[in-house]
């Protein structure tokens, strides 16, 4: 039996002892059967130690799904990215319409970054196509070029694992050229 186990059987004893003692019955006490269950931890997947972290190669394990670049990945990505174009480029919209429609599509970081942003200054009024990724190097991170009416901007997309979805984490108008 564990230390924690016999713990806690005993303080149980204890206590039903106490309780008996202070009855006003003259009749003596019924004893008092108690059981403790305590609950194991599961073990760690094997490899593994406590934190989640593998025993051999010090990473970090975790149990989200790793996302792959198939085309389902592609095809949400693009989607993700002609989504918070079209939400970014309305300059018509007040603050709050444009911040409620664009904010739940960015990241962390971009929420604040973006936060602060007055959409009246914004030159791009609407996305004129359909966008194309630009590199395709990471299942986590995408960039996609989409085109505006005020050139092709890039969008930086992210996400945290396969069920996630893609995040904007910024929204970059084209280079000037001069």
Do not use: H, K
Request: proline letters at 9%.
């Amino acid at each position: 039996m564990r230390r924690g186990t016999r713990c806690i059987l005993g303080m149980t004893a204890a206590s039903a002892m106490v309780l008996a003692g202070c009855s006003n019955d003259p009749e003596p006490a019924e004893e008092v059967t108690t059981t403790a269950s305590v609950t194991e931890p599961a073990p760690p997947p094997s490899g593994l130690n406590g934190t989640g972290t593998n025993e051999d190669t010090g990473e970090l394990v975790t149990t989200s799904p790793v996302p792959e670049w198939d085309q389902a990945s592609r095809d949400s990505a693009l989607r993700a990215a002609n989504e918070v174009m079209t939400a970014f480029a309305r300059p018509d919209l007040s603050f709050e319409q444009w911040w409620a429609a664009l904010q739940p599509m960015l990241d962390q970081q971009a929420s604040r970054d973006y936060s602060y942003m007055e959409p009246s200054v914004i030159p791009v009024t609407t996305v004129t196509g359909e966008g194309a990724l630009l590199d395709v190097d990471s299942a986590y991170i995408a960039r996609v070029a989409v085109p505006t009416d005020a050139g092709e901007y890039t969008v930086l997309l992210s996400r945290v694992d396969a069920d996630a979805p893609w995040l904007a984490s910024r929204m970059t108008p084209p280079e000037e050229t001069s």
